[in-house]
């Protein structure tokens, strides 16, 4: 059984930084393609961005409103992806879930529970 | 304001087929395969139908999707109380090169 555990979620002010870790069970985790997606209270998805394997080159992409500011990095050897985020903004708050995207370019068959954000002076 | 568009509500009774549209462009749906995701209330989201039209092992074969140039659209067929959930389409965006989100539709069963 595939398992996606994210954390790191609380309170923070604007401009502040947070990072997220997502541990993932189940799988080839250096084989896999994964993302992050957001939403935030009452609101629909909205996908954050996402970092392929190495072997598919290991390169990100994001969504522009975070395109700058939020950094995904993957370290094959503790199976854990990460979410540095950075400048952090009121819009920035809801909850993050870590996904496998199983298949390209970016469909997410395994969503973790999520965890929230909130951004707030 | 999403990319694709979808209505904010829908509503059937038990039995009925439910149909639930999504709007978008050239650069993503008329150029790109559309998801269907699934999010029950409290709950994360879950993948309903991919890349090629198909459900996932567990989805019900009352959900099907459908696509025509640049609209697509899910349909549930002989609703069931328990799929009263927020639906959502996706699509690969070639000119923003982006994964896009339609707002959601919540289906609510009479």
């Known amino acids: 059984e595939v398992q996606l555990v994210e954390s790191g979620g609380g309170w923070v002010k604007p401009g502040e930084s947070l990072r997220l870790p997502c541990v993932v069970a189940?799988?080839?985790?250096?084989?896999?393609?994964m993302s992050w997606v957001r939403q935030a209270p009452g609101q629909g998805l909205e996908w954050v961005g996402r970092?392929?394997?190495?072997?598919?080159?290991?390169?990100?992409d994001y969504a522009a409103p975070v395109r700058g500011r939020f950094t995904i990095s993957r370290d094959d050897s503790k199976n854990t992806v990460f979410l540095q985020m950075d400048s952090l903004k009121t819009d920035d708050t809801g909850v993050y879930y870590c996904t496998h995207i199983t298949q390209e370019p970016a469909v997410m068959g395994h969503w973790g529970q999520g965890t929230l954000v909130t951004v707030s002076a | 304001q999403s990319v694709l568009t979808q209505p904010p509500s829908a509503s059937g009774t038990p039995g009925q087929r439910v149909t639930i549209s999504c709007s978008g462009s050239?650069?993503?749906?008329?150029?790109?395969?559309v998801n269907w995701y699934q999010q029950l209330p409290g709950m994360a989201p879950k993948l309903l139908i991919d890349i090629n039209n198909r459900r996932p092992s567990g989805v019900p074969d009352r959900f099907s999707g459908s696509k025509s140039g640049t609209s697509a659209s899910l349909a549930i067929s002989g609703l069931q109380s328990e799929d009263e959930a927020d639906y959502s389409c996706?699509?690969?965006?070639?000119?923003?090169?982006?994964?896009?989100f339609g707002a959601g539709t919540k289906v609510t069963v009479l």
């Open positions: 970092i392929k394997s190495k072997g598919g080159g290991g390169t990100t």
């Open positions: 996706a699509a690969w965006d070639d000119s923003l090169n982006a994964y896009v």
């Open positions: 050239s650069s993503n749906i008329g150029s790109n395969a």
């Open positions: 189940g799988l080839t985790f250096r084989d896999a393609w």
